[in-house]
């Protein structure tokens, strides 16, 4: 499965609020699973969206004939828009479904490991961090998932309620990272804590 992470600093509100409805007619395209976000609390006006591909194959179909058409009622909305795609490698939780519609909250983590150590990140994020995340309550589901280079990785999770979330990063982050040895194995991270937009979802 294709995870595509947009990430854009929205100029006018109100027509990027319009043109996210044209988005309803995803579910028509070939390989598509799902879409959602909302606004990043990092900075002001900082949107991101996540969206969910049987694969890359029929990702790129979709982009060569449908793209354009339907986000062409957004143009000038928006500016510094930065697309990644990453391969889902596994759950955060088990039985993660590409679903937004019970989420109130989101948390996206890029880490950027360094080298010969993706590995082991990976392992650590399975051993480590899954289980203290999938134990915490009001943590619903989310996906790990790796880009095209090793060194790239992108953590999803999906919770019912900023308080729950705040909770598990005020107890737990730094023991775990401990733990986990992710000093050793990150250059840096960069992420966002984002409030759903129900609207978005598609």
Not at 37 to 43: H, L, S, V
Request: glycine share 10%; hydrophobic share 40%; with cysteine.
């Amino acid at each position: 499965m294709l995870v595509r992470w947009m990430r854009c600093a929205v100029v006018d509100r109100d027509r990027f609020e319009r043109g996210q409805r044209r988005w309803a007619s995803l579910p028509g395209e070939p390989g598509f699973r799902s879409q959602g976000g909302g606004w990043g609390r990092g900075a002001p006006d900082t949107a991101h969206l996540f969206g969910f591909w049987e694969s890359r194959a029929l990702y790129d179909s979709f982009m060569a004939r449908s793209h354009d058409r339907l986000a062409a009622s957004q143009g000038g909305s928006f500016r510094d828009a930065e697309v990644r795609l990453f391969e889902y490698r596994f759950d955060v939780k088990l039985g993660f479904e590409p679903r937004f519609d019970d989420a109130d909250v989101l948390r996206v983590a890029h880490c950027l490991v360094r080298e010969d150590r993706g590995e082991h990140f990976a392992h650590m994020q399975a051993k480590v961090w899954n289980p203290a995340m999938a134990g915490s309550p009001g943590m619903l589901r989310g996906a790990f998932a790796g880009a095209e280079r090793v060194r790239e990785f992108l953590v999803l999770s999906m919770w019912d309620s900023a308080a729950e979330r705040a909770k598990y990063r005020r107890d737990r982050i730094e023991r775990l990272a401990s733990r986990a040895g992710t000093c050793a194995d990150v250059e840096g991270i960069a992420g966002d804590v984002i409030d759903v937009e129900p609207r978005w979802t598609v």
